[in-house]
């Protein structure tokens, strides 16, 4: 028995010694034809695909008020925001998209309140565009919380939340900026207190005695803040420049609407989308700001109704024909 054992023994340490050896002769053969082909295939690789660092402008403005570009750290502050955007090519590519939805709606506001067009790239930065909810409960495009979105007059309860409402939402924020201007004297202040609110940049200013943003040591939130507005406008205002590449047809068009009004009750939105030619699904796209599937108007305010005009509404070809230009 002894025997045996000792016989199977040598034979499995054998084996192993065996199979360890022309483990090892593959791995090295593997290893020196990969070492061969690496040269190739770096120069291969650096010959296809190049990552490069962005040339900064000398000169650039935020609301009509120079940038101090001479300064190191405003270059590489603004430097940073512009590698970020730049290279997240997915984020960026829906910020040209969206934008050409939305843009022209908010533009036609902003010029009626009289504030400079470049906040109009305030809502990529704080929602990227999207009725989204932050976990402070700021909500919608503009990021409104509750209280300024009722100090704005916007209606806020659990059946109405108009901070949902892009028009009505834009007018709260300009109101905002207005505010902000008549109290800081400079747009690019107004525009950094969007994040940090007026009292908190009050109070820095005062204890710094800083005469610009780009002078104010801030958190790293609002520190960043103007400097991602910039960002996304460099590349929104030439966005070949910085290598996206979007054809007209891919572009998310506008959509053609228009109002109707409801001073009433509605017992039931899916009902009521079916009289006007739609399903409840497109009827709280056009309305995001009606918030659950009833409305109980017993004042009969009057609330305006959004919905789509012509026909094939949801044919995306049927839109792009109506915008002049654009291919299908």
């Not at 909810?133 to 495009?141: D, R």
């Not at 901070?163 to 107004?190: D, P, Q």
């Not at 507005?229 to 460099?234: E, H």
């Not at 005009?309 to 792009?320: A, C, E, P, Q, V």
Request: aromatic fraction near 14%; proline fraction near 4%; include cysteine.
């Amino acid at each position: 028995m002894g025997y045996f054992k000792g016989r199977v023994k040598n034979h499995i340490i054998g084996g192993l010694s065996t199979a360890i050896i022309i483990l090892t002769g593959i791995i090295v053969l593997s290893f020196s034809e990969d070492k061969g082909d690496i040269p190739d295939f770096y120069d291969q690789f650096n010959k296809d695909y190049k990552i490069h660092s962005l040339k900064l402008p000398d000169t650039l403005y935020f609301a009509g008020e120079r940038v101090p570009m001479q300064n190191f750290d405003v270059r590489e502050s603004l430097d940073r925001e512009l590698l970020v955007n730049t290279y997240w090519q997915s984020h960026s590519i829906l910020y040209i998209k969206r934008a050409n939805r939305y843009f022209p709606r908010i533009e036609k506001i902003l010029e009626k309140h009289n504030i400079p067009e470049d906040f109009k790239y305030i809502p990529l930065i704080e929602s990227d565009m999207t009725h989204a909810v932050s976990p402070a409960g700021a909500t919608g495009f503009w990021q409104l919380m509750k209280g300024t979105a009722t100090d704005h007059g916007l209606e806020v309860n659990r059946e109405v939340d108009e901070r949902y409402n892009i028009e009505k939402s834009t007018k709260a924020a300009c109101e905002y900026f207005e505010e902000a201007y008549e109290k800081f004297g400079s747009w690019t202040f107004a525009a950094a207190s969007y994040n940090v609110g007026k009292s908190g940049l009050a109070k820095q200013i005062n204890i710094q005695d800083a005469d610009s943003y780009y002078n104010l040591l801030s958190n790293t939130e609002t520190g960043k803040y103007v400097y991602r507005i910039l960002a996304v406008k460099l590349i929104l205002e030439n966005p070949e420049k910085y290598g996206f590449h979007v054809d007209k047809e891919d572009l998310y068009y506008p959509l053609p609407t228009k109002e109707i009004e409801l001073d009433s009750s509605v017992k039931d939105f899916s009902e009521y989308a079916k009289e006007l030619g739609l399903n409840y699904k497109m009827f709280k796209y056009f309305n995001p700001w009606l918030r659950t599937p009833s409305l109980h108007n017993a004042k009969n305010k009057v609330y305006k109704i959004t919905i789509p005009k012509g026909g094939s509404y949801r044919n995306y070809k049927d839109i792009l024909r109506k915008h002049e230009g654009v291919e299908n």
